[in-house]
């Protein structure tokens, strides 16, 4: 698998992210999906990865530089028929790494509380995140779930 951070230009990575935000919205309330839209993907706080193997894309994630301390991981997603290959695995080990590398001392993330994101809690509780409360700017919500790491 090679993981390359990505400019967001492509028709493949912008279908892949179409269909991530709207299958976050067929799963969760509105008020309770806090997936990046391409511009907030765009921001400059914000490290795009996009994951290919054999030339496919088959995954993408992000890292927010909430601080100068802590980073948030964002938009985690295997493409379709890439499932059970690794690439949420690889593509999470190589985001903790880029975030020791820029000396974070804790990374963030929210997801959901549904079934359908218990395979992806399964994966951060394997990478050591644990739950923790609300962090920058999120609310209390039965739909989400807070997990944090130290590096």
Known sequence: M???VDDLSGPEI???LREHVEEMYLISPPES???LDLDGLLKPEVTFWSVR???GLVGCGALKELDSLTGELKSMRTARGATRR???ATLLAHIIEEARKRRY???YLETGAEDFFAPARALYARFGFEACEPFAGYTDDP???YLTRAL
Do not use: F, P
């Open 14 to 16: 912008r279908a892949l």
């Open 33 to 35: 999906v806090h997936a």
């Open 86 to 88: 690794g690439v949420a």
């Open 2 to 4: 090679k993981i390359e």
């Open 143 to 145: 739909n989400s779930v």
């Open 105 to 107: 001392e804790r990374l």
């Open 53 to 55: 193997d054999g030339g």
